[in-house]
Nanobody, 123 residues
Framework: QVQLVESGGGLVRPGGSLRLSCAAS????????MGWYRQAPGKQRELVAT???????NYADSVKGRFTISRDNAKNTVYLQMNSLKPEDTAVYYC?????????????????WGQGTQVTVSS
């Protein structure tokens, strides 16, 4: 089994910054894409940003230029640096990872979610 544990959420004023972390642990051979998603009350879960094992990134238009995703492959950890936060960024943020647990061929990839961390942007 694989566990994803997020940390770093909280309450911040508009214009402020937060840094989220997500550490993957358990039965891990390798991790392909890691990412962050968010879900605001009454809305569907949406993509925030993803990063591949090679470092290629993808962002939602709403966060481009404000958020930065990065990862430490040695630590199986992904980060989300959030700057210039807005009230509309308020949501539960979820970590996601595509994990291969065994070196056996064929390589089988499974998708995992973290439990979520609350980010509230309010004055």
């Amino acid at each position: 089994q694989v566990q994803l544990v997020e940390s770093g959420g909280g309450l911040v004023r508009p214009g402020g910054s937060l840094r989220l972390s997500c550490a993957a642990s358990g039965n891990i051979f390798s991790i392909n894409t890691m990412g962050w998603y968010r879900q605001a009350p009454g809305k569907q879960r949406e993509l925030v940003a993803t990063v591949t094992s090679g470092g290629s990134t993808n962002y939602a238009d709403s966060v481009k230029g404000r958020f930065t995703i990065s990862r430490d492959n040695a630590k199986n950890t992904v980060y989300l640096q959030m700057n210039s936060l807005k009230p509309e960024d308020t949501a539960v943020y979820y970590c996601n990872a595509d994990v291969i647990s065994s070196s056996r061929i064929p390589r089988i990839q499974r998708n995992y979610w973290g439990q979520g961390t609350q980010v509230t942007v309010s004055s």
